[in-house]
């Protein structure tokens, strides 16, 4: 056999190249690959088949030894590979050789806004997965963040689909060099948790196409990713795991998909829907794996003739496929790439996102960077200074090598010559934000819970305040933790939980210098003591250096770039999924805000959020000089291309980096759109004084808007304002440009 040979076919499949660059080479091995399966589908008996398309075991299906086809191995998740479980019982095996390197969460990728780190960090994520031995990592989640109270906001990106297409691209490229699948999730319009096995999201198309399909379709189309999974809800009446519309005329039709979809873990209802439809495998967290809808029952419909093997063919298909571009089998198994967990190299990796991730808020008068030789005595108050994250969240959870919390990396960075004191200030009760399943006797315990721990809270707030007052320094940490960022449960509202607010406002009170930083995977209400802050940080559950690069940040150690992925509204009520649409506990959930989603809404309704998309401060400060625009059209009606090339100087005295963002927004449009969308963005890196000339470069579909009646995107011919500048409302330059002729894609 010959050996794996990493040519054009590897190459293709790197940094999303696949399709356009495509060699003849790589054509070739493909149609050898594929008589190769349909050699295979032959020797399999139906009972071998359907063994391929279930689960086996909780994280994997069976394999055929016989003709030397291994189950394949998952694994969740988005932070880093899941501790392992048994096979048949949600056990953790409990051995020491899980313990992996703790990833930023996809908020926190996202706030970095840089390509690169999404890079690094789905390269790393993917060799640990394949380093623990799976084939399929169970990431990245890019849903978009429709509400702040969606429980799993965390572990997704953002609100704007650019921005997720853009970093989900090199992300899932990263994870796949490693000869293990990425699995973008959950596929389509899953955007909250309550009621999540059964909600039916009402969407219109257009909405589908502009705002909840973008990120998927680069995933394909683009990064090429090897699986997808479908979603638990329903979408427009039909469970996404049966939907013939969205997985096959879209995703495997219009998109060309030629991989696995995997469903949600137990998200497929019925035998003969998930068996005609475009779905690969069932997954499921019930233990009897031959119960379930594509085991047993699919064998006893094919032996009545109720369901045709041909349905079952074709999964098999796509799963030998995948295999064999894994290499897990075929004539380059024996080179598969070994991967590795744990080690230095993805500590760095995730030690850098998490420094770039880090959003400065507000920082009236040069309030931070802390000054170093003036900390003599420094008060930290709040729970999420010294609490660890990572085990919580759900499937997202990690044991993680180990985790260095805030109070732990401001110790370590400032050493013995600070004295630093750390209270909690406020009290968390056991099982706080845990949905309430209706039993009342524990709802009993947990009101009993929540008194006692107001009770406790009051000392703990006296007791902060007190302190606050004698000491040199003082840092509020606190926010959220993984009882409300959770799966399986959204928020109930968007505030501050605990009595942290009170708590906030007497400490501002007591010491008016007094330094906010929050933790967390979606926006919370600031509006009680936000103004009266001087200096506010937003950190979220940022992996095992989390810490360490609070700490820099809080010490100027590291200067913050970190932009908000995502509007934080002032109050819920803003929030346009609230205020117009549905959101949560109901058989349907209409998004009526349509394509009006995050700063879409905020911008074009002139609703004033407390912190913008794109929002995040810096230690020094840019000047946007210049910008100019040249536009070519090729004369075919097919192509258009604008590069805009932006001047940018950092006019403070520190090093830097600043987020150049383009919005574009059309002047006169024959259709409702929104004020403004984001369509390309860079970071660029400026040493004091520094001047770089920052070119992005724009194609038609940065001007089109999606017609349901033409059934395609239509850029009009017209006046379009390319508005440059460092946030959605910190636009510094405008430029006008016409489109002469209409575009349609
Ligand atoms: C979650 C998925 C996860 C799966 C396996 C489901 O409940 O929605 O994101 O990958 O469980 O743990």
Not at 36 to 51: M, N
Not at 334 to 341: I, M, V
């Amino acid at each position: 056999m010959p050996d794996r040979q990493d040519g054009p076919e590897e190459q293709d499949r790197r940094m999303g190249q696949g399709g356009q660059t495509r060699s003849d080479e790589a054509d070739k091995r493909d149609r050898q690959g594929e008589a190769w399966i349909e050699e295979l589908l032959r020797q399999l008996t139906p009972e071998e088949k359907v063994g391929m398309i279930h689960g086996a075991a909780l994280f994997r299906t069976a394999g055929v030894e016989r003709l030397g086809i291994p189950p394949l191995r998952m694994s969740d998740g988005p932070m880093g590979v899941r501790r392992e479980y048994a096979d048949d019982a949600w056990i953790n095996i409990g051995t020491s050789d899980d313990y992996v390197t703790y990833f930023p969460s996809n908020s926190a990728i996202a706030a970095t806004w840089n390509r690169e780190l999404a890079y690094r960090s789905g390269q790393a994520l993917g060799a640990e997965a394949r380093g623990r031995g799976k084939d399929i990592i169970l990431a990245p989640g890019i849903n978009i963040k429709r509400s702040p109270l969606c429980g799993r906001n965390f572990e997704y990106m953002s609100e704007d689909p650019r921005l997720i297409e853009e970093l989900v691209v090199p992300m899932i490229a990263g994870i796949q060099e490693n000869d293990v699948a990425a699995c973008v999730k959950h596929f389509a319009a899953n955007n909250q948790e309550t009621e999540r096995y059964w909600v039916d999201t009402i969407v219109n198309e257009r909405a589908l196409r502009e705002i909840y399909y973008p990120g998927f379709k680069a995933a394909v189309q683009v990064a090429n990713t090897l699986t997808v999974m479908s979603a638990y809800n329903k979408l427009n009446g039909e469970f996404c795991s049966h939907h013939r519309y969205l997985l096959g005329d879209l995703l495997r039709g219009e998109w060309g998909f030629d991989g696995v979809v995997v469903s949600d873990w137990d998200a497929v209802h019925d035998t003969r829907a998930a068996a005609e439809a475009p779905l690969d495998i069932e997954m499921g967290t019930n233990t009897q794996f031959d119960r379930y809808n594509l085991a047993e029952p699919l064998l006893e419909a094919m032996r009545s003739g109720e369901i045709d093997i041909l349905h079952v063919d074709a999964k098999v298909r796509n799963i030998l496929r995948l295999m064999r571009r894994l290499h897990m089998i075929g004539p380059a198994h024996s080179s598969r790439r070994a991967g590795t967990y744990a080690v230095p190299a993805h500590r760095d990796a995730a030690l850098e996102t998490a420094r770039e991730s880090i959003v400065l808020l507000k920082n009236e008068s040069e309030r931070l960077p802390l000054r170093r030789e003036k900390l003599h005595r420094l008060l930290v108050v709040g729970r999420n200074a010294d609490m660890l994250h990572a085990g919580g969240g759900g499937s997202a959870e990690i044991k993680a090598l180990y985790e260095i919390s805030p109070l732990l990396g401001l110790k370590a960075k400032l050493g013995g010559n600070t004295e630093i004191r750390c209270v909690p200030g406020y009290a968390i009760p056991e099982r706080a934000g845990q949905e309430d399943d209706g039993d009342p006797a524990r709802a009993a315990e947990r009101a009993v819970a929540v008194e006692a721990s107001a009770g406790r809270s009051a000392g703990l707030l006296a007791e902060a305040v007190a302190l606050a007052k004698e000491y040199d320094e003082v840092i509020f940490i606190g926010g959220l933790n993984h009882d409300y960022d959770v799966e399986s449960a959204d928020r109930e509202d968007m505030k501050l939980p605990y009595g942290q607010d009170e708590l906030i406002e007497a400490l501002l009170e007591a010491n008016a210098d007094t330094v906010i930083v929050l933790i967390g995977g979606s926006p919370v209400e600031m509006h009680r003591w936000s103004d009266r802050a001087r200096a506010i940080i937003w950190g979220w559950y940022a992996g095992l250096e989390g810490g360490t690069a609070l700490a820099e940040a809080l010490l100027g150690d590291v200067n913050p770039s970190g932009r908000l992925p995502e509007t934080f509204p002032r109050v819920l009520d803003d929030s346009p999924a609230h205020r117009l649409g549905d959101f949560g506990g109901r058989e349907r959930v209409t998004y009526n805000e349509g394509v009006f989603v995050g700063y879409r809404y905020f911008d074009t309704f002139a609703v004033e959020p407390a912190f913008c998309f794109g929002h995040g401060l810096s230690y020094t400060s840019y000047a946007y000089i210049d910008a100019h625009i040249d536009i070519h059209d090729d004369g075919t009606g097919e192509e258009l291309k604008a590069e805009i090339a932006v001047t940018v100087r950092n006019i403070g005295a520190m090093a830097g980096a600043e987020t150049v963002q383009v919005y574009v927004a059309p002047t006169g449009a024959g259709v409702e759109r929104p004020l403004q969308e984001l369509k390309m963005f860079e970071k660029v890196r400026l040493m004091p004084g520094e001047e770089k000339v920052v070119i992005m470069k724009l194609s038609k579909d940065a001007f089109g808007y999606y017609d349901e009646e033409a059934r395609a995107f239509v850029a009009e011919a017209g006046e379009f304002e390319i508005r440059i500048g460092s946030s959605s409302r910190d636009i510094r330059l405008i430029r006008k440009i016409s489109l002469q002729r209409t575009y349609r894609y």
